[in-house]
């Protein structure tokens, strides 16, 4: 999920400041345990968008929750898009703007009508997502990222835990877990549990869109500190978690992903935008089904402002 975006960064940073012997050991942990996905991912897609000039990098990174066994909780299965996000690095690394697609987004998918954007995964694969957001962004997609969202569990809990700020106190149905106001530390089924919610928030998946964010990037800020840098055992642990919760296209396998690594590291932190698309309410599908409608022309202007290298409005 949302976890690759910020974490890409820290793995690359991980490597440098550990040491080149060190920074490979712990660097491999991570690399070891990456699933490939097939060849044909993004090639076999149909009526994609022009190549750009220059080399602009896109990324796009789905955050997999496929609830079964003890991750089921309430029932809900079957494997869903519950992230949807597209990394877009500037054609001289100048700045990288992260846009996310909020999953409850009503969106056209071949052969099964209307339906929410996270069912694209469950419909199609990876290559149908893939095929949706290249469709939504007007962006030709380089690469692809494939996240479990369990990974947060094991993670967090290598770490010791991680702290956020809960802006009021919240109960998640499904579990029963009970979140304070305030700055709270989460770790393990918590930490999962905080960004898994989203009924009993005010926005909903919006809300749980920046709960995601604000979880990641505590869990960066954790993996960067002075003490866990200097512990790789420690560090081998969460690589090789993440790792083994990781499927990357066949091209970001090999020395792609370190030059992919190095591209997104070398962003300084203050270029680094992160945008939602927009959406007009909600409204309810004729079999039930609650559902945000998506500015779609909105997104592709905001793509497009990105892609010319203004800031978006």
């Not at 809960?166 to 393990?188: H, K, L, S, W, Y």
């Not at 866990?228 to 081998?236: E, F, I, N, S, Y």
Request: hydrophobic share 40%; proline share 5%; glycine share 10%.
């Amino acid at each position: 999920m949302t976890v690759f975006v910020r974490l890409l960064v820290a793995v690359a940073a991980v490597a440098v400041v550990a040491g080149l012997g060190v920074g490979w050991v712990v660097s491999s942990a991570f690399t070891d345990g990456v699933a490939t996905l097939p060849g044909d991912t993004l090639s076999g897609l149909a009526d994609r968008p022009a190549e750009e000039p220059g080399d602009p990098l896109t990324i796009l990174l789905i955050g997999s929750d496929e609830r079964t066994g003890e991750d089921a909780g309430s029932g809900v299965t079957g494997q869903r898009a519950d992230t949807i996000m597209v990394l877009r690095v500037a054609a001289d690394d100048s700045r990288i703007d992260v846009v996310s697609i909020p999953r409850d987004s009503w969106v056209p998918l071949p052969g099964h009508g209307e339906a929410k954007a996270n069912a694209s995964l469950a419909y199609g694969g990876v290559p149908m997502t893939a095929g949706l957001v290249e469709g939504l962004t007007g962006w030709r997609l380089d690469h692809v990222v494939l996240v479990d969202f369990t990974a947060v569990r094991e993670i967090t809990t290598h770490l010791g835990g991680v702290t956020v700020q809960n802006p009021f106190e919240t109960t998640d149905p499904r579990t029963g877990t009970t979140f304070a106001q305030g700055q709270i530390t989460v770790a393990g089924d918590d930490a999962l549990t905080w960004v898994r919610q989203r009924q009993g928030l005010d926005r909903g998946d919006l809300d749980r869109i920046d709960r995601q964010q604000q979880l990641l990037q505590a869990v960066v800020d954790e993996l960067l500190t002075p003490d866990t840098l200097a512990d790789p055992a420690r560090l081998r642990l969460v690589l090789t978690a993440l790792g083994s919760h990781v499927a990357l296209d066949a091209d970001l396998t090999g020395p792609e992903l370190p030059r992919v690594a190095g591209r997104v590291a070398a962003v300084p932190d203050d270029q680094r935008h992160f945008h939602t698309a927009k959406t007009d309410g909600s409204a309810r599908s004729a079999d039930g089904q609650e559902y945000l409608v998506l500015d779609k022309q909105d997104l592709l202007a905001l793509c497009a402002d990105i892609t010319a290298g203004k800031d978006p409005a």
